[in-house]
């Protein structure tokens, strides 16, 4: 299993930035994928999921109406848009693969850092 996660840099306030997640080594097409994210001193948390059918499960609901989530089945990619980006979204973003948005995370990728920041 392999997620590869990219797409992450430096973005001033307000700011938008894509990130990416190529996978490989499992059915891509059957699960959901989600990202979470750890901001330096903090627990990871959730961000959002996607399911193997498009439906988006959003976990910090404080990204909710600025990022957005899809994915390319044919390609075994996941991107997450960020818009109206803020500096306490800066933090180290992973990708993940799970069963279901509600089931816990099977494997994780590497991660990309967003720093958001004048």
């Known amino acids: 299993v392999q997620l590869q996660a990219s797409g992450g840099g430096l973005v001033q306030p307000g700011g938008s930035l894509r990130l990416s997640c190529a996978a490989s080594?499992?059915?891509?097409?059957?699960?959901?994928m989600s990202w979470s994210r750890q901001a330096p001193g903090k627990e990871r948390e959730g961000v959002l999921c996607i399911s193997n059918t498009g439906r988006i499960t959003y976990y910090a609901q404080s990204v909710k109406g600025r990022f957005t989530v899809s994915r390319d089945n044919a390609k075994n990619t996941v991107n997450l848009q960020m818009n109206s980006l803020k500096p306490e979204d800066t933090a180290i973003y992973y990708c993940?693969?799970?069963?279901?948005?509600?089931?816990?995370?099977?494997?994780w990728g590497q991660g990309t850092q967003v720093t958001v920041s004048s």
């Open positions: 080594g499992f059915t891509f097409g059957d699960v959901a």
């Open positions: 993940a693969w799970r069963y279901h948005c509600h089931r816990p995370v099977q494997s």
